[in-house]
């Protein structure tokens, strides 16, 4: 099997093993092709103008060939790497190289992907995942992730950026893999392992903005960006102007290329609330709607967004998969550290509430007004969609690394409560996302780094430690001063995973931990998923206490009671399982299903019986003399039980 997205740009091979160069450059006059064959060989030759600023040219097998160097020289003066450029070995300053796709054999033609109810997510950045930090070194942890019960991996952006270190946010040339990582057909490699282990691999992608550096886009075709929009990062992507369907077209291409000719089971859209288009359909549709239509007739093809906006209405449209629930993330780590810094002040005066609702509805901000964001209408309404659109997460790449040093939850939360929230998150019905290294609590912190040079560094360290000026802990300009400068090489090096102590009692501990939750997923959840809707309802028991129900797949009831808080809570608990529902004094049949469940981490069944209703399996105690507690109308501090109710026939 071979793989090729045909593109109307860049550098496409021919049958007969010539090239067709093609360029969108409605800016200027003239276009020439440099190539460089060898140590000595360079020809220069002119492209040939065509309607609406597009120059192209053909080339004979011996003019160039696969693995050819290129430039396209502007106006006889400034050389530009091909914006479609597959590959870029000398970074994103430096010539393209000419890639056959098609020479690159493929061996996993019965992969289908997964369907999505099954999908537990594990984010990861390639360069610092290994100490190597390149594709092929990644593959040799594959058998470890599915050992831990990871059936998809989702890479943090590939495409080429400025010098060797750097989260992938700041991509050049969105069609090229960062060479520091390795060669195109490396990351082929990778995809295709990922495959023979069961695993889904998901790409991370930026159709936002281009990176500061890197990016000529400017100089031959300044059509690319918007004279109305702006955002965080400069002037926003032309998706609605003049001549903006060229660009509409670049952006579309690139996801179908991730997804046709490197196999990719998905992609995952970078802050689109950042992505500015009055246009209808919007890019987000379009891009959407192209997926599904061209690899999503024939396979599983997973379209993820992150979107601060909360836009639940991307999801209703069923063309979009899922999106990152940051709403979760924030009401937990409230819980767990207490911090009300920034954004997490908007879900300081009900944690519970907020968490409660994002397990049973998705987001907990619906329209609401936002506190942080100067009191703006924040969400749409999302009860009505399945748990599957939203993925729930305790860490990411952004919420370590958007910290000032980095620091990862397990050193900021003590032991138990973590266990209680990671229970409470792991054994839900949304598809959990790890952040690689949480489950074997990594001491190694996950900081900003990137690779500028001269000014633009300075004004990147600089700005990154402005960014906390409003934080009280860095009030004071010595305290910014200690903040790690994301341009130092040592920043990058301690960011990177110490597998080694994996050894060590404590992180085997915690994996073990993981695995286990992660085994009651699979077993008793995962099988239940499929058809779910949105169907759920909450409950809250105290200051702390919360009791979510919903409506499994197979009609089954998954019901979760636990309790966030340092101290007991109290109360006739209304909305839970008959389980619990006793006299609190007889020995009835209810009353001794709690006292009987053996473990914390291995369920226990039974049967249908006089006042009971129908068959009810505890898959989850935090603690043993939990059923007791509850039996009695409480809940002690950091405690979580989950329960499965079978339909009643």
């Known amino acids: 099997m071979r793989r090729l997205h045909n593109m109307p740009f860049g550098a496409c091979m021919r049958p007969d093993g010539g090239i067709r160069f093609r360029l969108w450059a409605p800016a200027v006059r003239r276009v020439e092709l440099w190539l460089k064959n ?15 600023g597009w120059f192209q040219i053909e080339t004979s097998p011996l003019q160039a060939a696969p693995g050819t160097l290129y430039h396209y020289r502007l106006d006889g003066g400034l050389k530009v790497p091909d914006p479609a450029s597959r590959a870029n070995p ?8 000419v890639v056959d796709a098609m020479a690159f054999i493929w061996q996993d033609d019965s992969w289908q992907g997964r369907p999505w109810h099954e999908a537990v997510i594990y984010e990861l950045h390639l360069g610092t995942f290994t100490n190597e930090g390149t594709f092929r070194a990644a593959m040799q942890r594959l058998d470890y992730l599915v050992e831990l019960g990871i059936t998809a991996i989702e890479l943090m952006p590939v495409a080429d950026f400025p010098g060797t270190r750097n989260w992938g946010y700041d991509g050049a040339l969105l069609f090229a893999p960062d060479h520091s990582y390795g060669t195109p057909d ?107 239509a061209g690899p999503g007739r024939t396979r599983q093809v997973h379209l993820v967004l992150e979107n601060d906006a909360n836009a639940a209405s991307y999801l209703k449209q069923e063309t979009s998969t899922a999106q990152w629930n940051d709403d979760i993330h924030h009401a937990l780590h409230l819980l767990l550290t207490g911090e009300r810094d920034g954004y997490y002040a908007d879900y300081a005066d009900r944690p519970t509430r907020h968490l409660a609702r994002c397990l049973a509805e998705g987001f907990a901000f619906q329209g609401e007004p936002s506190p942080f964001r100067d ?28 910290r000032a040093y980095g620091e990862r939850i397990a050193m900021l939360a003590q032991q138990k409560p973590l266990q209680v929230a990671l229970a409470v ?10 952040f690689m290294g949480e489950e074997f609590a990594a001491a190694t912190p996950f900081q900003f780094f990137c690779d ?24 004071d300009p010595a305290a910014r001063a200690r903040i790690p400068d994301p341009n130092d090489p040592a920043t990058f090096e301690r960011c990177k995973l110490n597998w080694d102590c994996l050894d060590e009692p404590q992180h085997k501990a915690w994996l073990e931990f993981y695995r286990s939750l992660l085994t009651l997923r699979r077993t008793h959840v995962v099988p239940r998923l499929s058809g779910m809707d949105g169907d759920a309802e909450f409950e809250l028991v105290g200051a702390s206490g919360l009791v979510v129900r919903w409506r499994l797949g197979d009609g089954a009831q998954l019901t979760l009671l636990a309790n966030l808080g340092d101290g007991p809570v109290e109360g006739v608990l209304d909305f839970i399982s008959t389980a619990f529902h006793n006299d609190r004094t007889s020995n009835t049949p ?5 006292l009987h469940c053996p473990t914390t981490l291995h369920p226990c ?8 209703g129908e068959e009810i399996q505890i898959i989850y105690l935090s603690q043993p003399d939990l059923p007791e507690i509850l039996a009695a109308d409480r809940m002690p501090p950091w405690c979580a039980a989950w329960l499965i109710e079978e339909a009643q026939l």
Request: proline share 7%; hydrophobic share 40%.
């Open 605 to 612: 069944r039974y049967p249908a019986g006089e006042g009971w």
């Open 452 to 475: 500028f040079q001269g000014e633009l560094a300075d004004a990147v360290t600089e700005g990154r430690r402005r960014e906390f000026a409003g934080f009280r802990k860095f009030a």
């Open 425 to 434: 998150l792991l054994l839900a019905p949304s598809p959990p996302l790890l």
């Open 38 to 52: 060898g140590e000595d060989k360079e020809i220069i030759l002119p492209m040939y103008p065509l309607a609406d």
């Open 90 to 97: 000398q970074d994103v300053h430096g010539p393209s190289q």
């Open 186 to 292: 490396e990351l082929k490699t990778l995809v295709q392992a990922a495959h023979a282990h069961g695993l889904m691999i998901l790409l991370d992608v930026v159709y936002n903005h281009f990176g500061p550096d890197g990016n000529y886009l400017h100089a031959y075709a300044p059509q690319f960006f918007s004279e109305r929009h702006h955002t965080p990062w400069g002037a926003a992507i032309n998706f609605d102007g003049n001549n903006s369907r060229t660009v509409r077209d670049f952006f579309i291409h690139n996801a179908l290329y991730w997804l046709e000719e490197y196999h990719f089971d998905g992609l995952r859209l970078d802050a689109v609330h950042a992505i500015v288009d009055d246009s209808r359909p919007d890019i987000v549709e379009e891009l959407a709607t192209a997926i599904q």
């Open 375 to 402: 009191g703006r209408p924040r969400g749409e309404p999302s009860g009505d969609l399945p748990p599957g659109a939203f993925i729930n997460f305790i860490q990411t790449h952004d919420q370590i690394g958007n």
């Open 590 to 594: 209810s009353r001794q299903l709690l």
